[in-house]
């Protein structure tokens, strides 16, 4: 992706927003989001992997990834929230 290649699956595009994220905090001298760590990228795939195979039809989480691509400002309240009662919260 970092080659400027044509994405080809919605992981591909997914990066692809991931990758301009990166460039935009280097640019503006920002620290990089904690979301584009090589740990969480894959922890997300991982997750998004082990989704597929559970009892949610495919589908379902393919209408979910996408709209949520759609919709950063959502995509942004779901990973404050995960930040926030995830595996390493002490609220929940």
Same mark, same amino acid.
């Given at each position: 992706m970092q080659k400027g290649e044509e994405p080809l699956c919605l992981i591909d595009f997914w990066m692809q927003d991931? &990758? #301009?994220? &990166?460039?935009? @905090? @280097? %640019?503006? %001298?920002? *620290?990089? *989001?904690?979301?584009?760590?090589?740990? #969480?990228?894959?922890?997300? &795939?991982?997750d998004f992997l082990f989704a597929l195979r559970t009892r949610q039809p495919p589908s379902y989480v393919l209408w979910a990834v996408t709209l949520l691509d759609l919709h950063p400002e959502v995509l942004a309240k779901v990973r404050r929230k995960l930040n926030l009662y995830g595996p390493r919260s002490r609220i929940l």
């Open positions: 991931t &990758l #301009k994220e &990166l460039e935009a @905090a @280097a %640019g503006a %001298g920002e *620290p990089t *989001p904690t979301h584009t760590s090589d740990l #969480k990228i894959g922890s997300y &795939l991982f």
